[in-house]
């Protein structure tokens, strides 16, 4: 079965440096898609990044981009520039190309210092 | 505007009374999903829609229901809920979960806490 790890629970930034959150994932498939979401504390989610597995360029978006590593299975996002309305919890997610499952991480609580 | 509608956003209830929390997508998305959110587990998925009529069970499908009778709308129905059903629950709606390219976004609702006593 797939399975989404996130191996830190929290993390902490300063304002303006870079943040990295880390995502592993387990799959026996090829084609799948990895997804970072947002949550701030409105609770809303939002979707950060997605990212096709068969597409070897890295997606970005603005500040946001991501790790993606297949042959080790990880996706971890990067966040650059980090700004106080980045402070959310962060879940990483993944669907294979043939599932009709999302499987989230548990999450990664950003905290952003002033 | 593309929207996911949650209701009610707060909900406090006692055991064994049956509740639907409703949810409804207006941009014709065949996909729907129903998943709860706990501490240090995050989200987990409880059931799924494909299209009308067609539902399946996600993870954690036990002391739920669902329908799907109508494309826009996927109510989640507690029968008898326990106080192990106190969580925040999302909705969701996509085109499908696994198209390539900009349709394969999911869109949540705003949540619904929920607290069984």
């Known amino acids: 079965a797939q399975t989404v790890t996130q191996s830190q629970p929290e993390m902490s930034v300063q304002e303006a440096e870079t943040v990295t959150l880390s995502c592993t994932y387990d799959t026996s498939e090829s084609d799948y898609y990895l997804f970072w979401y947002k949550q701030p504390p409105s609770r809303q989610m939002i979707l950060v990044i997605r990212q096709e597995a068969y597409k070897q360029q890295n997606a970005t978006e603005n500040r946001f981009s991501v790790n993606f590593q297949k042959a080790a299975k990880s996706f971890s996002l990067k966040i650059s520039d980090s700004q106080l309305g980045d402070a959310a919890m962060y879940f990483c997610a993944y669907v294979g190309d043939r599932d009709d499952k999302i499987i989230f991480g548990k999450g990664t609580r950003l905290h952003i210092l002033p | 505007e593309a929207q996911v509608t949650q209701n009610p956003r707060y909900l406090i209830t006692v055991t064994g009374k049956k509740l639907t929390v409703t949810c409804s997508q207006n941009m014709n998305h065949e996909y729907m999903s129903w998943y709860r959110q706990d501490p240090g587990l995050g989200l987990r998925q409880i059931y799924y829609?494909?299209?009308?009529?067609?539902?399946d069970k996600g993870d954690v499908p036990e002391g739920y229901k669902v329908s799907r009778k109508e494309k826009r709308n996927f109510p989640l129905i507690l029968e008898s809920p326990s106080p192990n059903q106190t969580s925040l629950y999302f909705c969701?709606?996509?085109?499908?979960?696994?198209?390539?390219?900009?349709?394969?976004?999911?869109?949540f609702g705003a949540g619904t806490r929920l607290s069984v006593l």
């Open positions: 829609s494909m299209n009308v009529e067609v539902t």
């Open positions: 969701a709606s996509s085109l499908t979960p696994h198209l390539a390219g900009a349709q394969n976004i999911q869109y």
